[in-house]
């Protein structure tokens, strides 16, 4: 069973994405949006985890909320409205992390 874990809060400001991490299996995906897509400034130590987790095709960051946020992807693929709503469709669980 798939999972798409979601995660919308700072990497700076709590644990939830060492949490996740911890918790994600071979299959699942994540989804950043929101201050999430803090994790993927350059040079920092969430930026650091993400990459150690080998995410390549499993890793996605909200196209608004980098933009909003001046932060260039690069690890991440950038993905619209329509794109998030077909990976939720695509994994059998969607977990958001409150």
Known sequence: MTTLHVIAHSPF?????ASCLRLLGIEDALLLCGDAVYALRPGSEPLRDLQAMNLE???FALKEDLQ???IDGGLAKAVDYPAFVELSLHHDKVNSWL
């Open 13 to 17: 400001a709590d644990n939830r994405l």
């Open 57 to 59: 095709g499993r890793l």
């Open 68 to 70: 909003a946020r001046a």
